[in-house]
C-alpha cells in the first residue's frame, strides 16, 4: 500500500493579509518552498509508487501553485518592489533586481518544460521519470533558492525603505483587486 504524499503542512495559507505586502510577499515565498518539498517528495514517490492516486494528486496541486499564484507573485515583484528601486538607481541593487528579472523569465521558461513532466503523471501517462524529466524539474526547481535569498536579504529591506504607507498600502490594495479579493 502507498504511503500517502501529505500535503496538509505544505498548503497552508499564509498569514499575512494584503494590508502587510511585504509579509505577503515573503509568506508567497514560505508557500514555494513548500511545494518545491511537495516536488521533491513526489519524485521521491515516483520512485518506489509510479503515478499513483497521491502522486497524480501531488503533481496537479505543484502545477496549480506555479500555474496560478506563482505568476502573480511575480507580477507584484515587477510591479511594486522593483520599479522603485531601479528608478533609485544603486548600482549594486539595481544589479541584483536586473538578476532576479532575468530568473523570473526563465522561472517561466523552465516552468514550461516542468510542468509537461508534472502533467504526464497529474495523467497517470507515465510511472516514472527518465534522466530528462529529472533535469526538467532540476532546472525549474534549482533557480529558486539563490532567488528568494536575494530577494529577502537584499531587495525586500531596501524596497521597503523607498516605499512610503500610503503607496504600500495602495500596493496591497492592488495586489487584492488583481486576484479578485474583495
Known amino acids: 500500500m502507498s504511503q500517502p504524499i501529505s500535503l496538509q503542512s505544505l498548503v497552508a495559507s499564509p498569514a499575512a493579509g494584503f494590508e502587510q505586502p511585504f ?8 508557500r514555494v518552498h513548500r511545494m518545491l518539498a511537495l516536488l521533491a517528495r513526489l519524485r521521491e514517490h ?13 503533481a496537479s496541486d505543484v502545477m496549480r501553485y506555479f500555474d496560478q499564484a506563482a505568476p502573480q507573485h511575480h507580477h507584484d515583484e515587477e510591479l511594486h518592489v522593483f520599479p522603485p528601486l ?3 538607481g544603486e548600482p549594486k ?5 536586473a538578476r532576479l528579472q ?13 510542468r ?15 534522466e530528462d524529466d529529472d533535469a526538467a524539474l532540476d532546472a525549474f526547481a534549482g533557480l529558486y533558492d539563490a532567488h528568494i535569498r536575494a530577494e529577502e536579504d537584499v531587495v525586500y529591506p531596501a524596497a521597503q ?17 488583481r486576484r479578485g479579493v474583495k
Open 102 to 114: 532575468q530568473d523570473h523569465l526563465q522561472m517561466e521558461s523552465r516552468w514550461v518544460s516542468a
Open 23 to 30: 509579509e505577503m510577499l515573503e509568506a508567497c515565498h514560505e
Open 86 to 88: 531601479l528608478a533609485q
Open 116 to 130: 509537461q513532466v508534472l502533467l504526464l503523471v497529474a495523467e497517470g501517462r507515465i510511472n516514472a521519470l527518465s
Open 46 to 58: 515516483l520512485r518506489t509508487h509510479g503515478a499513483d492516486t497521491q502522486a497524480q494528486q501531488a
Open 161 to 177: 525603505a523607498l516605499i512610503d504607507e500610503e503607496s504600500r498600502a495602495a500596493m496591497g490594495e492592488e495586489m487584492m483587486r
Open 93 to 97: 541593487t539595481v544589479a541584483i533586481v
